[in-house]
Structure formats: structure tokens, C-alpha cells
């Protein structure tokens, strides 16, 4: 039995259903990685030491679980899977087509939270518009953070080179994918909420279309974006540092050319075809 998270395999433990089964519990969430709840901190142990098998989703992540006391041999890492999407010009992307006519294009495909860091990638935007006159950012999801970033794009005059395009389907995700330059996500750690990224999949997934990323190299997002290889990891907390980062890579063409060729081949081993052999090994293996 596979369980999405540690909640879930509670439930089947509590029934002793842990007694009679195989159970795998993945662990990915940041309840895990930063809970300070002690009770709650228990409680999550005792389910995690009774499983068979915990998948935690990057190194770091396995670090936090063994943090807990969990013998680190009961936790094998597999990197979350990607499909290789590709774009379909028979369906209907008219709303995102007008940004074609941008260059160079950002990207941040993620939900809208302050660990996202959004807001100082468009400070940065604001230097970068110096050099770069026909620059947009186009900031992709949904979320808390919603009216803050609206609000700091009209303080700064950016409507023309910002824009919020809420969520996206797969076939949108691909086409934005399809026509931008960089994927910029250099993510912070949330004090308010103590939030850390466990891997960062979208990197993965921008790298898919030979798109580099912008990355912070905190949490686990090391281990999807290989700093110089696959992307650039800057200081997330200083402006300068992001906005130098994308320029680097923006006016180098022969950096950029490599980062792209980088990230492409190494998203392709994140593959779910490939990802699938990992669980497949597990589910065959006596524990």
C-alpha cells in the first residue's frame, strides 16, 4: 500500500493494517521537514517507524526524516517523476500567444507564497528593464500572495514587463515552457511559516525544454538545479545577486547554450518511465 503522506499511513497503522501489509509512505511535505510541534512531531515518528519503506523525495529531505531518530536505512530517495509534455498546437492558447512578441521571456511556474520569493524577482525586474527593454516576467499560479505581488507591480510601474496569469493547464504550462528563455524560482525559507522547498519539480520540468533555472540552492532544490550545469544558484535574499544571475546567463550565449543542453539531459533521468524501475524495485524487494 502506497500513502500520500504520513497522515494517511497513521490511519492504516492505528487499524493494524501495518501488520498484514507492505506499507510505503512518501515523504515530500514540509510538515516533515520543519514541523517544531513536538506531539505532532511524535506522532509522525511513530507512523513513519511502523511503515516498511518511507520515499523521501531528495537527500535533504531523507536528512529531516533521519533527524526525527528513523534509521536511515528505512528510507530510500526517489526523485519525483515528469511527463514529457509536448505542446499541441491544435488547442487553444490565444490568451498566451500575445507574449510571444517579449524578449527575453521569465518564467515562475508555482503556487503564490512568499517561499516562492516572487516579489524580489520583480525588484530585479525592474533593473533588468534597463537592459533589457522588451523584457516580460510572467508569473504562473495561485495563491496567498496574490494581492501583495499586484500591489508591488503597480508601486513599481511594471505592468507592461510583469504579468499574473493565474493557473495554468498542461497544455498552457507546455506553451509557456515553449516560449520562454529562463525559468527564475530562487526560493527563500518562510520564517513566518518555516517553509523550505523539499526538491522543486518545475525545474525539472523547465529543463525538459532546455530552459536553465535561477535557483537558491536551499532545501533540497540543490539537487534539482546543479549550480553552473543545469541553472545558476544565487543569494535569494539579495536583489543584486538574482538580477545579476539572470542577466549572466541572459547576455552569455555561449553559457546559456550549454546551461540549456545541461538541463535537458539532465531532467530526462527524472522521466516517469524511468522514475517508475525505482518503485517497481522497491515493491519488489523483501523487506
Known sequence: ???????????????????????????????????????KKKRIKKTLSATSCIIANSYFTKKKITNLGIKSNKIKVIYPGVENFYFNSKKNNNNLKKYKNFKPILLTIARLEKRKNHKK???????????????VYLIAGDGPEMKKIRKLIDKLNLKKNVKILGKVNESDKTFL????????MPTIQDKRSISIEGFGISYIESGMHGIPSISSGLGGTKESVINGKTGI??????????KDSIRKVLINKKMYKKLSINSKNFSKKFLWKNTIKNYLKLIKKDF
Do not use: R
Open 233 to 242: 544558484i544565487c543569494n535569494p535574499n539579495n536583489i543584486f545577486s538574482i
Open 121 to 135: 524577482i520583480i525588484y530585479a525586474v525592474k533593473d533588468l528593464i534597463k537592459d533589457f527593454k522588451n523584457l
Open 177 to 184: 515552457f515553449k516560449i520562454s528563455d529562463l525559468h527564475v
Open 1 to 39: 500500500i502506497f500513502c500520500d503522506s504520513w497522515k494517511s499511513a497513521e490511519n492504516l497503522i492505528k487499524n493494524k493494517i501495518a501488520k498484514t501489509e507492505k506499507i510505503f509512505c512518501l515523504a515530500h511535505g514540509n510538515d516533515i521537514l520543519i514541523n517544531k510541534n513536538i506531539i
